[in-house]
């Protein structure tokens, strides 16, 4: 019965490939966002979308590409990755300007 | 901009004592007020939320009122326990925004 749900929970992979992570939730919330933590454990905003259309991009490069099948489904692809993109990715959902309920976590290294 | 500053950690009590974690934001209108948890290994649990002046949230012991005259949030714990150690984080949403906005982070350590 889990809430927002990420997969794969570890990725480890080299610089310049091409990776996807993905986010589901069955809450029935109509909003998904995408995370980034640092290493500092700092946590910001990357992506929104609100019935499958993008609401927020938060000045993320573009080889950073979300993509949202459906309201429940909002999966992250990164093309080209590069050292800095090592972090922890967080999914997370809620109804349009409620509370927000998070993933477990992906934590991506690139070597 | 809106921006949510924390106490710098890290932070380690011993059990039972008492525990006050500062937090305070920078936000136009009224914003809506979080405090979330991550324990270790783990992702982030909404720990509780305040959403106009005066409010308080409250859960598993902690609690924190929204004062808007002095744009705190500041989390407190009457007697903590082992089990409470992890980061614990302020967060903020702006009046008809959506993103979240984070404050850094206080590890807390509690020792037996």
């Known amino acids: 019965d889990t809430a927002v749900s990420q997969t794969p929970k570890y990725l480890v992979t080299q610089m310049g490939n091409d990776k996807s992570i993905k986010c589901e939730q069955n809450?029935?919330?109509?909003?998904m966002y995408w995370y980034k933590q640092d290493s500092k454990k700092f946590l910001k905003i990357m992506f929104s979308y609100n019935n499958k259309e993008l609401i927020i991009n938060e000045t993320v490069p573009n080889r950073f590409s979300p993509k949202s099948p459906d309201k429940a489904h909002l999966n992250l692809h990164i093309n080209s990755l590069e050292l800095g993109d090592s972090a922890v990715y967080f999914c997370?959902?809620?109804?349009?300007?409620?509370?927000?309920?998070f993933g477990p976590g992906t934590r991506l290294t690139v070597l | 901009g809106n921006s949510v500053t924390q106490m710098e950690g890290p932070v380690t009590l011993s059990e039972e004592a008492f525990l006050t974690i500062n937090c305070t934001y920078t936000?136009?209108?009224?914003?809506?007020l979080f405090w979330y948890v991550q324990y270790p290994g783990e992702g982030l649990q909404l720990l509780l939320k305040?959403?106009?002046?005066?409010d308080k949230g409250s859960n598993k012991g902690f609690e924190a009122t929204y004062r808007k005259e002095t744009t705190s949030f500041h989390l407190e714990k009457g007697s903590v326990q082992v089990s409470d150690s992890a980061v614990y984080f302020c967060?903020?949403?702006?009046?008809?925004?959506?993103?979240?906005?984070f404050g850094q982070g206080t590890r807390l350590t509690i020792n037996p």
């Open positions: 809450l029935g919330h109509d909003t």
């Open positions: 997370a959902s809620s109804d349009l300007g409620d509370t927000q309920y």
């Open positions: 967060a903020l949403t702006a009046q008809g925004a959506q993103k979240l906005v």
């Open positions: 936000a136009t209108g009224y914003p809506s």
């Open positions: 305040a959403t106009k002046a005066d």
